[in-house]
């Protein structure tokens, strides 16, 4: 066994990687040649490129975020990041012509076994571009557009032109403006008007190389009385080195639209996730981010949502767990800007071993916004003495018609749930894991039923060795 | 020491318990057997719910002096979980409340905890089934997060269930007849009826009313930490009519 091979055992199961066979790999660092290069690889059109050198030089002026985890954030190598790899020459439609270490990989993810059982639509991702993308013909038919990013932008280059970075500039933050200079995958999908995508569409990322950098963009339009569930996961090998996932998602739900977003990220430990993801609603239209992050060495995400349309709502339903040597900084923003706008939030985080678990929250009401209604609920679980919890909520209320409900809780597990459940013949480990379940059902149930099992398992693996 | 006998269930000897450096139990002594019904009684603070909660291995409670055996075998050693799974049980007097965990999933991962053999899908749910409908207990229990907003009277059904189920050779029930009112009362005690004749049952009680429906061997009068007197069904009559101070040692 090599050293990448023993780094990769440990209790974290994704952690295993394939040998590198890129057919393209870009030296590591960023410049703005680099930035320039990618847009030229993959033939885009002049105010793509324009924009990617201007995000680039936004990043390089903009001064690191003064909050969060700052000292790990000061710790990112920016040159010590390969910005571009690409793994496999074209985006295959049959598993077959995929390049089998790949399609191994995804075979043992299980995406294959998914999309036949339960998906409308799937994209692999693997480094920075897909390898494999399908949607069913029956979408298909009715108009759905569902394409990687970089086909997106080929093939329909006016309806990209006319939705990206409208939702996020690439002015917004630091790693937007990085992610809007190197971008590469990601999803483009539009729904036309009233079509319901019955079955979930799901994207899957994957990082396998050393010192990786992902930058996926996703944009998704649902026109005017649609719906859509798209899914997301994501798992990297663990080194011992880091890697550094920066996406940037931009959701738009039309008049009457609905689209439910959700993730399960479950990243080796050695990658920093920084993450924008925000949603414009219009009247009466509804987003829900359903956001579970279990991985990742750091995370900063909180989604976002709009309601720019009356009577539109938000939901946003996430759940973080920190483990050792981890810090998930999450949480939710829902700005009301139109009258009769509603939003729930609720946000579940669970700190054990060390690990710390923040949440940090936006909700706004605007003066014009009347009739607003929204309820925030954060409970936080720890596990042991050496672990953090902290909550960092804020409120701009400009309107006094607003009905807001604001509850948090920090809990401990009680010794009597755990005696009692030990008195039922659960070992002190069975018990953390049925608790800790417990704690993360109100998310688990809004999965999909395969991702709720297979988040349960994970959980459960997560307490083994968690006591004593 | 002599052997145990073979239908020995519990055997207290001398038995000395603390709580943060209180003594609770002072030298307390109890054998039970296969088919005996044994009823505790005694005014609160007696230490009747620590004789309980010790006995099941509650990590609070400090053995200061004194053994326990279930079966002959020494129970010191034994994990709360290992005890639960060598055939104790223990019906709580305030049974922890587990949110997010649906009842249905919890008795079926208890029972494969406990039973040797993981329980088959029909054949549980057949067996769960018929529990239930003993108890006089809906199906939508199953789908309801364990004891999560249940009266008193459904988190003590919710108790006798789990014995049902787990069979045990040991039962302790610790005040399963409070704050039931005469139906569940009835209930209960069929289900506590249904599982004495295989265990050896040590019901902790106040109430002399539980005995119209269970018919214990012994009963137990129990004052700070110690057994003071022990007879038949008889001295929980006289338990009730005549309170405990004529039973308190003198000064």
Known sequence: MNDDALEAVGDYRYGFHDPENATIRFDKGLSEQVVRDISALKDEPQWMTDLRVKAYRHFEARAMPDWGNCNLLDSINFENITYFLRSSDKTEKDWDNVPDDIKNTFNRLGIPEAEQKWLGGVTAQYESEAVYHSIREDLEEQGVIFLDMDTGLKTHPELVKKFFGTVIPHSDNKFSALNTAVWSGGSFIYVPKNVQVEMPVQAYFRINAKNMGQFERTLIIVDEGSTLHYVEGCTAPSYSTDSLHSAVVELIAMEGAKIRYSTVQNWSSNVYNLVTKRAVAYKNATVEWVDGNIGSKLTMKYPSVLLKGEGAHAEVISVAYAGEGQHQDTGAKVHHLAPNTTSNILSKSISKKGGRSSYRGMLQVMPKATGCRSKVVCDALILDDSSRSDTYPTMEIGNATADLEHEASVSKVSSDQLFYLMSRGFSEEEAMGLIVNGFFEPFTRELPMEYAVELNKLLELEMEGSIG | ?251
Not at chain 2, 144 to 152: D, L, M
Not at chain 2, 168 to 179: C, I, V, W
Not at chain 2, 180 to 200: E, H
Request: net charge negative.
């Open chain 2, 1 to 251: 020491m002599g052997v145990a006998m073979k239908d020995e269930m519990l055997r207290v000897e001398n038995l000395h318990v603390s709580v943060e450096g209180t003594a609770i139990i002072k030298g307390l002594d109890l054998t039970i057997n296969r088919g005996e019904i044994h009823v505790i009684m005694g005014r609160n603070g007696a230490g009747k719910s620590t004789l309980a909660n010790v006995v099941m291995g509650h990590p609070a409670y400090e053995i200061t002096e004194g053994s326990i055996f279930f079966q002959g075998q020494p129970l010191e050693e034994l994990a709360v979980f290992e005890r639960a799974r060598a055939g104790m049980f223990l019906s709580f007097q305030y049974p922890a409340v587990i949110p997010g965990v649906q009842v249905g999933t919890f008795l079926k991962k208890s029972v494969a905890s406990v039973r040797d053999e993981a329980p088959k899908g029909r054949a549980f749910r057949k067996e769960l089934t018929e529990a239930m409908s003993q108890l006089e207990m809906d199906k939508s229990f199953l789908s309801r997060y364990v004891n999560e907003g249940f009266s008193g009277g459904e988190k003590k059904r919710l108790e006798i269930l789990q014995m049902l189920l787990l069979k045990p050779s040991l039962a302790l029930l610790d005040e399963t007849d409070s704050g039931l009112d005469i139906d569940a009362l009835r209930i209960v005690s069929k289900g506590i009826n249904q599982i004495a004749p295989q265990a050896g049952c040590l019901i902790i009680t106040h109430y002399q009313r539980l005995l119209d429906h269970v018919k214990p061997h012994f009963v137990h009068a129990m004052i700070d930490g110690t057994i003071v007197k022990t007879g038949g069904p008889e001295l929980a009559l006289e338990l009730e009519e005549r309170g405990y101070d004529w039973l308190d040692m003198p000064a």
